[in-house]
């Protein structure tokens, strides 16, 4: 059971300002599943009747417009607005709707039993059913609490600039037939050093956001703008589409606070595809192990996997192992492979890189590759002698080795880069792109 703690809560949202206007005939609630750290599955949601009634007998409709849902410490939000009741005298209550994370939709009820009245409000006993392709269920206590809502006309004056921590999660592999996806937080720094995505103090509400999608060339192509809701949040998507050639684009992000103004840029690659296709584009998106790996020739922020999914392909930038010779002779990079788009079949699964040593002459390096299904390897490829030119390296799984795969979407590439022949002459291994086609 989780026993909820929301006396802080109710003070930090005392009031509230539902998009430009004040709900005035209804009262507005909120309810919040996880009051610890120990509980893996953290739920806010704010909903509003859609019509008061004074008769207590009548089934009450509500909405659900506000909140999101951790769940195994992976974080979704409400799609759209919700819908639900409360019946026979509040006995019984129901919610439900979707949530959506970047990989991944699900749907979600959630069926309350009336316990007893607090002083705050009514505590229930709720059952939460998560579906998806590994079914959810448990309960918890929760106590729901009306809000009364109304307008903050106090603006706060920060005594010094404000240090904006701006953080960006997208979809940034796309096809034409698909919309490009963005959810944003803002944050004061100060009370977010670390940069965690799910920080629970120091968001910013009510910032600026501009989204901006351009070509290479800098022509304009789309643009979104709006404002950071009260938990420091900006999403939206975009249709691609045939305005978007296959090829690379940016997205350029624009936070603006008070006088405080933060910038960031991520890549966008298009893929070309028919609306028939039945294919998969894997592409790297996280590291595992970076060993001793450095991006120092890619975008230096101590990631390797944003280094490598580029498309097309190219050489421009690429990240290199630790100089390999007798005291220090390989080096480990192991990389998380996710799927894009479109769906699974039984044809050729092409596994392809671009490896080299930076230099000609010193020692020999070899470079070990290993595809993973969670932990069971599937295939392994050993390249020896690689020499100082980006070389193109493309693999056919055989059958047997496709029938191993029980999870697309838990694949992984492991490089092992070692000296062959150890000695003073050091040599780094390097890669610059990782591509996977199912």
């Not at 999660?169 to 995505?197: C, I, M």
């Not at 001793?292 to 230096?300: A, H, L, M, S």
């Not at 290199?320 to 010779?325: F, I, N």
């Amino acid at each position: 059971m989780h026993y909820l703690v929301i006396a802080s809560i109710a003070l930090i949202i005392s009031f509230m300002v539902i998009g430009s206007t004040l709900l005035e005939d209804s009262e507005r609630y909120v309810m919040i599943l996880g009051d610890d750290n120990t509980s893996p599955n953290d739920i806010y949601l704010e909903f509003y009747e859609i019509n008061s009634k004074n008769d207590r007998e009548v089934n009450r409709q509500v909405i659900v417009d506000e909140g999101f849902f951790l769940l195994d410490e992976k974080e979704y939000s409400l799609i759209d607005d919700w819908k639900g009741s409360f019946l026979d005298n509040d006995e019984l209550f129901f919610m439900t709707g979707n949530v959506e994370s970047f990989d991944e939709k699900i749907d979600i009820f959630l069926m309350g039993k009336f316990l007893q009245k607090t002083i705050d409000g009514s505590l229930y006993e709720i059952t939460v059913h998560i579906h998806s392709e590994s079914p959810i269920e448990f309960q918890t206590i929760v106590e729901i609490i009306g809000i009364v809502p109304r307008e903050n006309t106090q603006e706060i004056q920060p005594e010094t600039p404000i240090d904006l921590l701006f953080l960006i999660k997208d979809t940034h592999h796309r096809f034409q037939n698909q919309d490009y996806v963005f959810t944003a937080k803002l944050y004061d720094k100060k009370q977010n050093p670390s940069g965690e995505w799910n920080s629970k103090g120091g968001v910013i509400s009510g910032a600026e956001i501009i989204v901006q999608a351009i070509d290479l060339k800098g022509n304009l192509l789309r643009e979104i703008k709006g404002n950071t809701n009260e938990f420091g949040w900006f999403e939206g998507k975009f249709p691609t589409g045939m305005m978007f050639p296959r090829g690379e684009y940016l997205v350029l992000y624009t936070a603006k606070y008070q006088n405080n103004i933060a910038g960031f840029q991520k890549p966008l690659y298009v893929f070309e595809v028919k609306t028939d296709a039945n294919y998969r584009h894997f592409t790297p998106t996280s590291d595992i192990d970076r060993g001793k790996w450095k991006d120092d020739f890619g975008n230096g922020n101590d990631l390797m996997f944003d280094d490598l999914d580029e498309y097309p392909q190219d050489h421009l930038d690429y990240v290199r192992s630790r100089q390999l010779g007798t005291s220090t002779p390989d080096d480990t990079l192991h990389l998380k492979m996710n799927t894009y788009a479109g769906v699974t079949a039984d044809h050729s699964h092409i596994i392809s890189y671009t490896l080299r040593k930076d230099s000609s002459g010193g020692n020999n390096i070899a470079f070990t590759v290993t595809l993973f299904d969670g932990t069971n390897p599937i295939a392994q490829w050993i390249h020896l002698d690689v020499d100082e030119n980006f070389r193109l390296i493309t693999n056919i799984l055989t059958l047997e080795q496709m029938r191993k795969i029980s999870s697309y979407n838990n694949l992984s590439l492991e490089f092992v880069v070692e000296c062959t022949t150890c000695d003073l002459n050091k040599r780094n291994g390097q890669i610059s792109w990782v591509h996977m086609v199912v």
